[in-house]
């Protein structure tokens, strides 16, 4: 024979849970802050569980920074010598573009853009979906910041199933680059 029991605990705690989550919100976690770096006159603060790959000049004028972030996708910082000759922001979307898509894909490429504009500067985002059997999607931010003695490019490039998450840790990241 079986019994059952009615606790008053089996409907205690769910409506206490539906208490909680009503109170406290629905917003989306905040991304925690990960480490500060600083090297040769530049600062910023990595979102939890980002890395620095590089951090190189590929010419006197040029210094270029590769990050990974917490999911593996790619950020880079192009950083000019605002003395010295450097694309401007299309130019640099441009080439950049050229790089990400294969030539031989470049025909069957869907691509929708956009403005991007932010406290820090302006930009572009791209959507590429390739026409590939493995369907591969892609999203790729480029910001262009303004300093007293350099310019940068701030570029992310992560998968398009990837894109809400890493555009949160993105979004804080831009905010505390020096």
């Given at each position: 024979m079986n019994r059952t029991y009615h606790s008053p605990l089996y409907f205690l705690i769910p409506?206490?849970?539906l208490?909680?989550?009503i109170l406290s919100g629905c917003s989306k976690p905040e991304p925690s802050?990960?480490?500060s770096y600083a090297k040769n006159g530049f600062s910023m603060?990595?979102?939890?569980?980002?890395?620095?790959?590089?951090d190189y000049f590929p010419e006197a004028t040029q210094r270029l920074i590769t990050i990974?972030?917490?999911?593996?996708?790619?950020?880079?910082i192009d950083i000019f010598d605002t003395r010295a000759s450097r694309p401007n922001l299309e130019l640099f979307l441009q080439q950049h573009m050229s790089d990400a898509i294969p030539t031989s894909d470049r025909d069957s490429v869907k691509i929708s853009y956009g403005e991007v504009t932010r406290q820090q500067g302006r930009g572009y985002f791209v959507e590429v979906r390739l026409d590939d059997e493995f369907n591969t999607a892609f999203y790729i931010e480029i910001v262009e910041m303004m300093y007293e003695n350099h310019q940068s490019y701030?570029?992310?490039h992560t998968p398009m199933e990837s894109k809400d998450k890493v555009l949160?840790?993105?979004n804080q990241f831009i905010e505390n680059i020096n």
């Open positions: 409506l206490a849970l208490g909680c989550s802050v990960g480490t603060v990595l979102p939890k569980d980002w890395v620095v790959l590089q990974s972030t917490s999911i593996g996708s790619s950020v880079s701030v570029t992310l949160v840790e993105f």
